[in-house]
């Protein structure tokens, strides 16, 4: 694993191997504000070696998502509840990237920070996305018929604003949540977008939105700006037919990889991500890696889903990717990048009943409680 575990740098920063642990929402806030099981939750992955860390996703301002204890970042007490992980996480030896994320038409308007938020449900266009389900809500609802977005920029500046809080909060960097069928992804994606204005119609439109706030967010940050793309759909009732992602996604990567990011983020397709609707699959099945990477000529490139160890090796040896990123491998083994070094088996098991938590039950459950192997 030689390849793995030799430092890169991104943007400004150094991380010393090449083994990171991706975004996981895993719904442990306090009313969206960062607790002191979260803090433990990070710092055992940073004392575990990873070398970047990528926050949960982090709402960048009041919305009614399906995840009711996702933390935020547009106000002081969750800024200072970051500050504590991010300085536990540096003191530990790893480096930690702040996700910023806006759910745009699946988030739902009787949801408690939706009606506290005091703004309807937005979205590119006023198409709803099938499916959803929001537990905590009576009768388990679906998702509802958005508010178009009467001006995007105003959600570009939510945007920018998040990224100053989240320099005030300690991170080394900011990740744009550009996929799983969130306000970025449904700005790119032609079944959800269905605007007659710049923000929507050609590829390079409909990519507008996202290049737009890379841009605010490298005015804030400079070059530890990076991007999560999904190309292959799946999620949230997005997805798009081969010729048409590879268009969008294509001229998307191509516009950003000038803009000197510090990495981009591809998310192959994954069984995991490919929801049915309607009884039918809903990801655009492809080799994402081959697809985009020759779009990405200066940017380094992260993969992500599925990826085991050994083939991590392999992609960063060959250099087709500077890294990879893991998920639920990092949930069960809070010392991954360790056992990895070390040769140790991945042979714990996620707690799926826990995973995002559970009413009544101790938080620390299926969250902080995985055994690290002996050494």
């Known amino acids: 694993m030689s390849a793995l575990f030799t430092p890169?740098?991104?943007?400004?920063?150094?991380?010393?191997?090449?083994?990171?642990?991706?975004?996981?929402?895993?719904?442990?806030?306090?009313?969206?504000?960062?607790?002191?099981?979260?803090?433990?939750?990070?710092?055992?992955?940073?004392?575990?070696?990873?070398?970047?860390?990528?926050?949960?996703?982090?709402?960048?301002?009041?919305?009614?998502?399906?995840?009711?204890?996702?933390?935020?970042?547009?106000?002081?007490?969750?800024?200072?509840?970051?500050?504590?992980?991010?300085?536990?996480?540096?003191?530990?030896?790893?480096?930690?990237?702040?996700?910023?994320?806006?759910?745009?038409?699946?988030?739902?308007?009787?949801?408690?920070?939706?009606?506290?938020?005091?703004?309807p449900v937005y979205a590119p266009s006023a198409i709803s996305a099938r499916g959803g389900k929001f537990r905590f809500?009576?009768?388990v609802p679906g998702y509802v018929t958005p508010t178009e977005i009467p001006d995007p920029t105003t959600i570009i500046e939510q945007y920018k604003q998040a990224a100053i809080n989240a320099k005030e909060a300690g991170f080394d960097g900011v990740e744009l949540h550009g996929g799983h069928g969130y306000l970025v992804h449904q700005f790119l994606d032609s079944a959800s977008n269905h605007r007659i204005d710049k923000w929507g119609g050609s590829p390079e439109n409909r990519a507008r939105f996202a290049l737009e706030v890379l841009k605010v967010?490298?005015?804030?940050?400079?070059?530890?700006?990076?991007?999560?793309?999904?190309?292959?759909?799946?999620?949230?009732?997005?997805?798009?037919?081969l010729d048409e992602t590879i268009a969008t996604f294509g001229y998307l990567l191509r516009e950003a990889d000038k803009l000197g990011l510090a990495y981009v983020t591809l998310l192959r397709y994954h069984?995991?991500?490919?929801?049915?609707?309607?009884?039918?699959?809903?990801?655009?099945?492809?080799?994402?890696?081959?697809?985009?990477?020759?779009?990405?000529?200066s940017t380094p490139i992260f993969l992500n889903a599925g990826v085991t160890p050994v083939e991590a090796e392999?992609?960063?040896?060959?250099?087709?990717?500077?890294?990879v990123f893991m998920g639920q491998s990092w949930i069960a083994h809070p010392d991954l990048a360790k056992r990895v070094k070390a040769g140790k088996p991945l042979d714990s098991v996620v707690d799926l009943a826990h995973l995002y938590g559970a009413e009544g039950v101790d938080s620390a459950i299926g969250y902080v409680d995985y055994k690290e192997a002996t050494y």
């Open 137 to 139: 809500l009576p009768g």
């Open 8 to 119: 890169l740098k991104l943007g400004s920063t150094t991380i010393p191997n090449r083994l990171g642990m991706s975004a996981l929402t895993r719904n442990r806030s306090t009313k969206t504000v960062p607790n002191e099981i979260m803090l433990k939750y990070y710092v055992q992955r940073a004392n575990g070696g990873a070398g970047l860390i990528v926050s949960e996703g982090i709402l960048i301002t009041r919305q009614g998502t399906e995840w009711p204890l996702a933390p935020g970042i547009w106000e002081q007490s969750q800024i200072h509840g970051w500050k504590k992980i991010t300085a536990a996480v540096h003191e530990a030896g790893s480096k930690i990237y702040a996700q910023l994320w806006h759910l745009g038409r699946v988030s739902h308007p009787d949801a408690q920070e939706q009606i506290a938020a005091g703004v």
């Open 217 to 241: 967010l490298k005015e804030v940050w400079g070059a530890n700006v990076a991007v999560k793309v999904t190309p292959a759909g799946g999620s949230n009732d997005v997805g798009m037919l």
């Open 271 to 297: 069984e995991f991500f490919d929801l049915e609707v309607d009884g039918k699959r809903r990801a655009t099945k492809h080799d994402v890696l081959e697809t985009f990477h020759p779009f990405l000529q």
């Open 314 to 323: 392999e992609l960063v040896r060959s250099g087709k990717v500077a890294g």
